[in-house]
């Protein structure tokens, strides 16, 4: 039996943290810091650690004999956790900082994408106000703002007027603060938007099933990006046709350009695409991890051992691997605070989530008070996993289980999935 360690507080971790407490090779699943939802999961234990205190990381694993680390979120990936595991001969899965460049920096992605003849949209990269106003004048709109670092799912502004765009610059590249900032300006790609999840150990990958989540705060798909309202899985817009062009256009030169360049990429690879109306993919951007809320409909599908195939991966034996995955539809519904992504609150009780009895609730930013109830600590605070043999039954089924729960500021979008219908 075997412990296991997840990095990590938000809905991706719960979902990571309830998949490995499945194996049964699995005796207890640590999670740093987690939430109120991973404290009350069974065979899970959460460890009041930060996810960027990597000595403390270390020692945990040490103190508790843990046999494999998965880190859920991009920080610790992009500043090194697992070189520092390395280091000291531990087992972490998830890419190298060298790897998870594609993610920590928008501008190394784009100019790797363009080495390597991968499909995406034209781009310039900035890092004075002038030029790029002058820039997105003499492109016209849209036009697709991007500051380059970490931004948590909420640095991409999709700007459909020359008066947004430049807004968008001022507040990335003005003033003092934005010293030494970079944005990504890129063509606007029309089309349908899918993520595509696979696990590679260095040579060879397993494609996770596909997935599409919707970015936009509001329903119909307007307003603010966010980190994700929802998502559903399978993703009708990924055909047998698309996702062999996915594999052979894009993930299998991803892989090759990155051993070309002397990077060797183990762990999750996240990447968004954008579908034509041909059916031609183009690459969105990258994450070195999962996403979230893609995590929790398609951990929900996944049979398989994902604790073994992480173990496989560290050991360059994926090639060996399949992965086992339910046919059924899932759909995840975002429950957020009203103002998210702007600021928001915390502490506000939540109640109802004693009396889902079907779907499965996955906690984001909840925390357990003083008194052991559970409260908000976020902007996105749960999504509620739906799943059915049809799509129809696992949107019912998500959206039933909503009915029970209510915390003073909840909100969510009503039409998540309606891409799969149109």
């Not at 360690?5 to 090779?25: K, Q, T």
């Not at 680390?69 to 001969?89: R, S």
């Not at 849209?142 to 765009?165: N, R, S, Y």
């Not at 990258?286 to 995590?295: L, M, S, T, V």
């Amino acid at each position: 039996m075997k412990k296991i360690l997840v990095i990590g507080s938000g809905g991706r971790e719960h979902a990571l943290a309830w998949a490995a407490a499945r194996s049964p090779e699995v005796v207890e699943v640590l999670v740093a810091p987690g939430n109120a939802g991973t404290a009350q999961e069974p065979k899970v234990r959460n460890v009041a650690l930060d996810p960027m205190d990597f000595p403390g990381l270390i020692a945990l694993v040490r103190k508790e004999d843990v046999s494999l680390t998965i880190v859920g979120p991009e920080a610790p990936l992009v500043a090194g956790v697992v070189d520092a595991f390395e280091a000291e001969g531990l087992p972490c899965f998830g890419p190298r900082a060298a790897a998870a460049q594609l993610e920590g920096s928008k501008a190394f992605t784009k100019a790797f994408l363009a080495r390597h003849g991968i499909p995406t949209a034209a781009y310039a990269v900035f890092d004075a106000l002038a030029p790029a106003q002058d820039y997105v004048r003499a492109q016209g709109v849209p036009i697709v703002i991007k500051a380059d670092g970490l931004a948590a799912g909420k640095g991409v502004v999709v700007a459909m007027t020359e008066q947004d765009a430049l807004a968008a610059l001022e507040q990335m590249l003005g003033g003092e603060e934005a010293s030494g900032a970079q944005v990504v300006i890129e063509a606007f790609m029309a089309g349908e938007e899918a993520s595509f999840i696979v696990m590679a150990d260095g040579e060879d990958f397993l494609a996770f099933p596909t997935s599409q989540d919707h970015k936009r705060r509001f329903d119909g798909d307007e307003g603010p990006n966010t980190g994700g309202m929802g998502a559903y899985s399978p993703a009708p817009v990924v055909t047998s046709e698309v996702e062999a062009r996915v594999l052979e256009r894009i993930v299998r030169p991803t892989l090759q350009g990155l051993r070309q360049d002397g990077i060797h990429y183990r762990g999750f690879l996240y990447v968004g695409l954008m579908i034509d109306e041909a059916g031609d993919p183009r690459v969105v951007e990258f994450n070195c991890r999962f996403g979230d809320p893609e995590a929790q409909p398609v951990l929900t599908r996944v049979r398989s051992d994902l604790p073994s195939l992480c173990e496989a991966a560290l050991e360059g034996r994926l090639g060996e691997c399949t992965l086992d995955v339910d046919p059924a539809w899932t759909v995840g519904v975002v429950l957020a605070m009203e103002s998210y992504p702007g600021n928001y609150p915390s502490g506000e009780p939540i109640s109802g989530l004693d009396e889902v009895a079907n779907g499965k609730v996955f906690h984001a930013g909840t925390r357990l008070s003083a008194e052991g109830t559970v409260e908000t600590q976020g902007g996105r605070v749960l999504c509620v996993v739906g799943k059915g043999s049809a799509f129809e039954d696992a949107r019912a089924e998500a959206y039933g289980a909503i009915q029970k729960i209510t915390f003073k500021s909840m909100a969510y979008r009503r039409d998540i999935g309606h891409r799969a219908t149109s």
